[in-house]
């Protein structure tokens, strides 16, 4: 089955510290994946999404994430994290559908 | 250019009662989504729609009904709401470029049933 693993629940950085979110997927074929944010109490903002092409995808605020096929993996980076980044992440595929298969998310708590 | 709206943004239902929460889109976007949220679940598709009059079942779709009558606007309905069905529940819509249905989210409703 079509599904995207975000295997830490919890994330805790110390702000200025590098960022790394990981996100396995399982897909039959290359999958079209995407990471979201979600602020508290706000609706979900894409911050990048990856198609073809180059690996290492840019996003918006500072985010990258590299997609490798040999480990299944889309992880989310950032070089330094500023306070503003605490937020739910989300990691996505797209499915055989027209619909995102989401992962459980990962909550970043970013601490002075 | 307003993207996706909900209403309402808050609402509280006793068991038994009905409601329905209303999405809107201004980007002419074909393809529309009601998800729901839980602690430590993700978001999970409730219904789709890939056009005006159309729609599908998604993961969790008991308990709700939807219906697409304005390409625009996209109905979910709780006939008989549970304690079960309190969450937040999410709209989005995209639109196929390349093949990659980007999808644009609202702000989302937060339901409580008691």
């Known amino acids: 089955a079509q599904s995207v693993t975000q295997p830490d629940i919890h994330i805790t950085v110390s702000e200025g510290a590098s960022l790394e979110l990981r996100c396995n997927y399982s897909?039959?074929?290359?999958?079209?994946l995407f990471w979201y944010v979600q602020s508290p109490g706000q609706g979900l903002q894409l911050l990048l999404k990856?198609?073809?092409?180059?690996?290492l995808v840019q996003g918006i605020k500072g985010f990258e994430a590299e997609f490798k096929r040999s480990q299944s993996s889309f992880n989310l980076r950032k070089p330094s994290v500023h306070w503003s980044d605490a937020a739910e992440y989300f990691c996505?595929?797209?499915?055989?559908?027209?619909?995102?298969?989401f992962g459980k998310g990962t909550s970043l708590l970013v601490t002075p | 250019n307003a993207g996706v709206t909900q209403t309402p943004k808050f609402r509280v239902l006793k068991t038994g009662q009905s409601m329905t929460l209303l999405c809107a889109q201004d980007m002419n976007h074909e393809y529309m989504y009601w998800y729901r949220q839980d602690p430590g679940m993700g978001l999970r598709l409730i219904h789709y729609?890939?056009?005006?009059?159309?729609?599908a079942k998604g993961e969790v779709p008991d308990g709700y009904n939807v219906s697409r009558l304005k390409k625009q606007n996209f109905l979910l309905g709780l006939e008989s709401a549970a304690p079960s069905q309190t969450s937040v529940y999410f709209c989005?819509?995209?639109?196929?470029?390349?093949?990659?249905?980007?999808?644009?989210f609202g702000p989302g409703t937060r339901l409580t049933v008691t």
């Open positions: 996505a595929g797209q499915n055989s559908g027209y619909a995102l298969n």
């Open positions: 989005a819509s995209s639109f196929p470029l390349q093949g990659i249905y980007e999808q644009y």
């Open positions: 897909y039959g074929a290359t999958p079209y």
């Open positions: 990856y198609f073809s092409g180059d690996t």
């Open positions: 729609s890939v056009g005006e009059g159309t729609t």
